[in-house]
C-alpha cells in the first residue's frame, strides 16, 4: 500500500514539474511574441505563409535561411504540430524539394515525431481544459469519440495521412491513460510509409504536377475528415437514441 502510494506521489511530483515546465515556456514563447516585434513580425509571416497551401513559397521561405533551412523546417514542424491545424504536408512536400526525398523524409519524419511527443506531453501535464484552448472543444470532442472506438488504432490510421494536421489526435492521447512509448511506437509506425511516399512522389513533382498532387492531397483529406466525422456522428447520434429509449423504459 505504502509503495503504492509513494509512486502515487511520485507521478504526482512529476507532473507538477512538467506543468511549471511547460508554464513557463509558455509565458517565455508568448513574452517574446509580444515584447520582441521581429519575433511577433516573422512568426506572423510564417503562419501566413502555411495558411497559403503553396510549396514554393515555403521551399522559399525554408531556403533563405541557408545553413540553417534544416533547423527552421524542423521548428517549423513542430510548430504546425503545436498550433492546430496547420497542414503538414507543405513541410514534407518542401523538405523533399530542398533536400531531396531520402534525406527530407528522414527530416520531416523525425521532426513529425517530436512535434507529436511535445503535443502528448502537453496534454499529459496540463490537461484537457489548456488542451480545448490550444484546439478547439469541438474538435477535441470528434477525436474523443474516434479514438474511444478504435483507440490506439486511430492513432495508425491518422499517422498514415501526414498531410492532416496530427495535432489533435496527439493531444487526445495525452489525455488518455496510454503510455508515452506505446503512443510513440504507434505515431513512428504509421507516419514512416506516407512519410517516405510523399517525400518521393513530392520531391520528383514540379510545377502544375505538384499542384495537382497537393490538391489531391487535401480533396482526400476532406474526404476522410468528412466521413470520420459522419462516422462520430452517427455512433453518437445512435448511444444517445439508445439511451433514451432506456430512460422511457
Excluded at 520582441?36 to 497559403?52: G, T
Excluded at 474516434?146 to 493531444?171: H, T
Excluded at 504536377?209 to 474526404?223: D, M, R, V
Aim: positive net charge; hydrophobic residues 50%.
Amino acid at each position: 500500500m505504502d509503495k503504492k502510494f509513494d509512486c502515487k506521489k511520485k507521478a504526482n511530483k512529476k507532473r507538477k514539474i512538467g506543468r511549471i515546465i511547460v508554464i513557463i515556456s509558455f509565458l517565455l514563447c508568448l513574452a517574446l511574441y509580444f515584447f520582441i516585434p521581429s519575433v511577433n513580425k516573422k512568426l506572423n509571416h510564417v503562419v501566413y505563409l502555411l495558411s497559403q497551401l503553396d510549396v514554393k513559397e515555403v521551399v522559399n521561405y525554408i531556403r533563405s535561411y541557408g545553413k540553417m533551412a534544416a533547423v527552421i523546417s524542423f521548428l517549423l514542424m513542430i510548430l504546425q504540430s503545436v498550433a492546430a491545424p496547420i497542414p503538414a504536408f507543405l513541410i514534407t512536400l518542401a523538405n523533399a524539394s530542398i533536400f531531396g526525398w531520402v534525406k527530407g523524409a528522414l527530416l520531416s519524419w523525425s521532426s513529425a515525431m517530436a512535434g507529436a511527443a511535445l503535443c502528448f506531453f502537453i496534454a499529459r501535464v496540463l490537461g484537457r481544459d489548456a488542451v480545448e484552448k490550444l484546439t478547439s472543444k469541438g474538435a477535441m470532442e470528434s477525436i474523443d469519440e474516434f479514438f474511444e472506438r478504435y483507440g490506439k488504432y486511430a492513432i495508425l490510421v491518422c499517422r498514415l495521412l501526414p498531410f492532416i494536421s496530427f495535432d489533435f489526435v496527439s493531444y487526445a492521447a495525452g489525455l488518455t491513460n496510454m503510455s508515452f512509448w506505446s503512443f510513440f511506437l504507434a505515431t513512428g509506425i504509421g507516419q514512416l510509409p506516407a512519410t517516405i511516399v510523399y517525400s518521393y512522389v513530392g520531391g520528383t513533382l514540379t510545377g502544375g504536377a505538384q499542384k495537382l498532387f497537393i490538391g489531391l492531397l487535401i480533396l482526400f483529406a476532406l474526404s476522410i475528415i468528412i466521413a470520420v466525422a459522419k462516422k462520430v456522428y452517427n455512433d453518437k447520434y445512435k448511444k444517445n437514441k439508445k439511451g433514451n429509449s432506456g430512460l422511457e423504459n
